[in-house]
């Protein structure tokens, strides 16, 4: 079995140093860093690096992750066709160990599961709330009743019991793109990520689509991750702010995808009322910047956009 590891990074020299000297331990073939056009020493640090395993892909301007995604996938692809690749941030890595431990438990799964989730956690060994995996509620009728009544994504996200090194694969529906391993048939059947979302819901979305393709996903949580990340604030506010705004732009499409179109309307109104609400984190001038944000991402989620918006950076 041959496995592909793929980094996506962008101005973060010190935390992708990290990841690489971590991969460069690990049970890995080919080691795919995307460059998002990082004007900082990024460049010349990967130009002076030997390892045979790593091949650099420098983008020309900056994809976002998404894109970078996208890229780093068609580039192992079409470069070592692996029979599985893993995706990672260039915050996020491997604990050690972990990529051995997935590649002697891959032969087990089911030929039919064309998509494993590793457990993420902080480095502070606590469980990492933005990378926990969950089942479509739209999806399953128990789940969706079940956050009706908590009103909470704890209603439809995997517990902490399913974390435990030595609990079993449990079947989920969408996964992050941190140790997010997919088979090479999975690939071939529902293609790339969407590269023009530039940042956040491409991972969901993805999985979206594998999952409606007959694809099965499983969370295995003896296989382990690192996500050294600082995005979110108090309450899910992203920081910087302006991230909010691809965050709602691409969640219209999360909606319309995980409800399906009799149910879409309803559900994006739960998801602008829950939008709004994180909004009354923020005070004075940067509530009003949120919420104007928010709604210039629903209106060109609504519009069908993609791409990075230049008026905000």
Same mark, same amino acid.
């Not at 980094?7 to 990841?19: F, G, H």
């Not at 940042?199 to 050294?228: C, N, Q, T």
């Given at each position: ?10 101005? #973060? ?8 000297? #971590? ?27 030997? %390892? ?37 941030? *260039? ?7 972990? !990529? ?47 956050? !009706? ?33 997919? +088979?090479? %048939?999975?690939?071939? +059947? ?9 940042? @956040?819901? *491409? ?8 999952? #409606? ?15 050294? =990340?600082?995005?979110?604030? *108090? ?10 705004? @691809? ?32 909004? +009354?984190? =923020?005070?004075?001038?940067? #509530?009003?910047? @949120? ?6 991402? !629903? ?15």
């Amino acid at each position: 079995m041959t496995l592909a590891a793929i980094v996506v990074t962008y101005q #973060r020299l010190a935390e992708l140093q990290i990841t690489l000297a #971590r991969l460069q331990g690990e049970q890995v073939d080919h080691i795919i860093v995307v460059d998002n056009a990082s004007t900082d020493d990024t460049p010349g640090w990967l130009a002076a690096q030997d %390892d045979p395993r790593l091949h650099v892909l420098s983008l020309a301007e900056n994809m976002g992750g998404a894109g970078g995604f996208e890229a780093g996938m068609a580039a192992a692809r079409d470069l070592f066709d692996p029979d599985w690749v893993v995706l990672m941030d *260039d915050d996020a890595r491997p604990e050690p160990g972990a !990529l051995a431990k997935f590649q002697a438990k891959s032969p087990e799964l089911d030929t039919d599961i064309g998509c494993v989730a590793a457990a993420v956690f902080y480095p502070d060994g606590t469980l990492c709330e933005m990378n926990r995996p969950s089942n479509n509620p739209f999806w399953h009728f128990g789940l969706f009743l079940r956050t !009706l009544v908590q009103g909470s994504r704890s209603g439809f996200h995997l517990a902490d019991a399913a974390f435990a090194p030595d609990a079993p694969a449990r079947p989920i529906d969408v996964a992050s793109f941190v140790g997010y391993f997919v +088979r090479r %048939d999975a690939v071939a +059947r529902a293609g790339l990520p969407e590269g023009g979302l530039f940042i @956040y819901g *491409d991972d969901v979305l993805y999985s979206l689509r594998l999952r #409606r393709a007959g694809i099965k996903m499983v969370l295995l949580p003896a296989v382990r991750f690192e996500h050294d =990340c600082g995005t979110m604030g *108090d309450g899910f506010v992203y920081r910087p702010l302006w991230k909010i705004y @691809y965050h709602c732009r691409n969640g219209v499409s999360i909606a319309r995808q995980a409800a399906g179109p009799v149910v879409f309307p309803a559900a994006l109104a739960y998801y602008t009322l829950i939008w709004w609400r994180r909004g +009354r984190k =923020c005070d004075g001038a940067e #509530r009003k910047a @949120y919420r104007r944000m928010m709604w210039s991402g !629903l209106r060109d989620g609504l519009l069908g956009r993609r791409g990075r918006n230049d008026a905000l950076h």
